[in-house]
């Protein structure tokens, strides 16, 4: 069963335009969240994180939001930009958890 | 920069066969993980170790098992390849025994098929 998800396996985006990649998760326990960036032959590069005592963080064009009450985690790319055509993941864990929880990603077109 | 290196980035092995995929970090992690990626699945854990021979289960453990003998270096082993063992194999690293919280950086892959 799993615990974090990404329910948009593609999404497409005109260059310039803002992209948004959704994350739904299920344990209430979880407090951490990061947002992985995965090109073809690469492993997944660390993008972002989030604590849940904040509801947003920024880090120039990407941004992540955090809805505890909804248990819903957004990253937002704005311009975004060819170069950011790639697989997203996201993850969570908790203070007392050993490991994350990986979404099943989300492949990001963006047309140039 | 952290290096993760995967010693080989595709493999092709015959069902039954014993194979070992390597996992190498260089900047003195404590914690190594090994997931697997497939199509609609996302990152799923098999094993991981907080320590010099230590290891413990992920979420996918069966059919696989791991050796850390020392720091840099976490070795996946399938016993007895089977064709659902097909699949992209990561290597991850971070730091802190026993804190889920740090980030992990990931080596490129491995690509395993087994026929």
């Known amino acids: 069963d799993q615990q974090v998800k990404q329910n948009s396996p593609s999404l497409s985006v005109q260059e310039g335009r803002i992209s948004i990649l959704n994350c739904d998760y299920t344990?209430?326990?979880?407090?951490?969240f990061l947002w992985y960036k995965k090109y073809p032959a690469e492993g997944p590069t660390f993008l972002i994180s989030?604590?849940?005592?904040?509801d947003k963080n920024e880090d120039g064009r990407f941004t992540v939001f955090l809805n505890k009450s909804a248990k819903h985690l957004s990253l937002h790319i704005v311009p975004s930009q060819p170069g950011d055509s790639a697989v997203y993941f996201c993850?969570?864990?908790?203070?007392?958890?050993?490991?994350?929880?990986f979404g099943s990603g989300t492949k990001l077109n963006v047309k140039p | 920069d952290v290096k993760v290196t995967q010693s080989s980035r595709y493999l092709v092995k015959r069902t039954g066969e014993k194979v070992f995929l390597e996992c190498v970090q260089d900047?003195?992690?404590?914690?190594m993980f090994w997931y697997r990626q497939d199509p609609g699945l996302g990152l799923r854990l098999i094993y991981f170790?907080?320590?010099?021979?230590?290891?413990e289960k992920g979420d996918i453990p069966e059919g696989y098992s791991v050796s850390r003998e020392k720091k840099e270096r976490f070795s996946l082993i399938l016993e007895s390849a089977s064709t659902n063992q097909t699949s992209m194999y990561l290597c991850?690293?971070?730091?802190?025994?026993?804190?889920?919280?740090?980030?992990?950086?990931f080596g490129a892959g491995t690509r395993l098929s087994v026929l």
């Open positions: 344990n209430s326990m979880f407090d951490y």
């Open positions: 170790s907080y320590d010099v021979k230590m290891k």
């Open positions: 991850a690293s971070s730091k802190g025994g026993g804190r889920a919280k740090n980030i992990q950086y």
């Open positions: 989030i604590s849940s005592i904040k």
């Open positions: 900047m003195d992690h404590e914690n």
């Open positions: 993850a969570a864990s908790a203070t007392n958890f050993n490991k994350f929880y």
